[in-house]
């Protein structure tokens, strides 16, 4: 069964960067494209990016295309969210989620992230 | 950017009962080449990650009862839940992945 693992709850203060990772449990990373979301507290789900595991391809919502960084290391089935110059307003649940030819159909269990002075 | 709005945001439904969600779109969705609509319908419990239900408008995905149904087309889309039971309270969000970003819509909130 396809499943996605991440890492666990961070706090980080305003200026600093997350690094957030996902493991893929009983499948190759490489067969799908991974998506990165997040989810602050009572909102929608938020599209930040996605990444080609295969050839490392990647693409990034416009809202932060300057502080975010997808990356995968294709030996540990690992995939790498890296978000910089983080503000309070970054507190949120992050999430991978792994996507075919449609929509993310498994999602990793989500990571915390809290910023705060 | 696409912007999806979804009506109502809550919605209290008796049990046993019909729950009608819409989605609306502010581009269309449906992409010609392949006649699909790249549209998706996820429903999220507290605490825990958006389960995918429907995709492609309309197709169930594997496991999810057929008391779940997608409809629509192009910019106008709508989730039916039937025969409501205690277990479909969630928040129900629709999301396009035809062009990115890759928006959802705001969420309904389904009550019994």
């Known amino acids: 069964q396809v499943q996605l693992v991440q890492s666990g709850a961070e706090v980080k203060k305003p200026g600093a960067s997350v690094k957030v990772s996902c493991k893929g449990v009983?499948?190759?990373?490489?067969?799908?494209?991974i998506n990165w979301l997040r989810q602050a507290a009572g909102q929608g789900p938020e599209w930040m990016g996605w990444m080609n595991p295969k050839s490392g391809a990647t693409g990034y919502a416009r809202n932060f295309h300057d502080r975010l960084t997808l990356t995968r290391d294709i030996s540990m089935n690992t995939a790498y969210m890296e978000l910089g110059s983080l503000k309070s307003d970054d507190t949120a649940v992050y999430f991978c989620a792994i996507r075919g030819l449609s929509a993310p159909f498994s999602w990793g269990q989500g990571t915390p992230v809290t910023v705060s002075a | 950017d696409i912007v999806l709005t979804q009506s109502p945001q809550v919605l209290a439904v008796s049990l046993g009962g019909r729950a009608t969600i819409n989605c609306t779109s502010s581009?269309?969705?449906?992409?010609?080449?392949?006649?699909?609509?790249?549209l998706a319908w996820f429903q999220q419990r507290p605490g825990q990650p958006p389960k995918l239900l429907i995709h492609w408008a309309s197709l169930r995905e594997s496991g999810v009862p057929d008391r779940f149904r997608g409809s629509g087309s192009a910019t106008h889309f709508t989730l039916t839940i039937n025969d409501l039971r205690a277990e479909d309270v969630a928040v129900y969000y629709c999301?396009?992945?035809?062009?990115?970003?890759?928006?959802f819509g705001q969420g309904t909130k389904l009550e019994i």
């Open positions: 009983e499948y190759d990373i490489s067969t799908y494209e």
């Open positions: 581009q269309t969705v449906f992409y010609n080449s392949n006649n699909k609509d790249y």
């Open positions: 999301q396009q992945y035809i062009e990115i970003p890759c928006n």
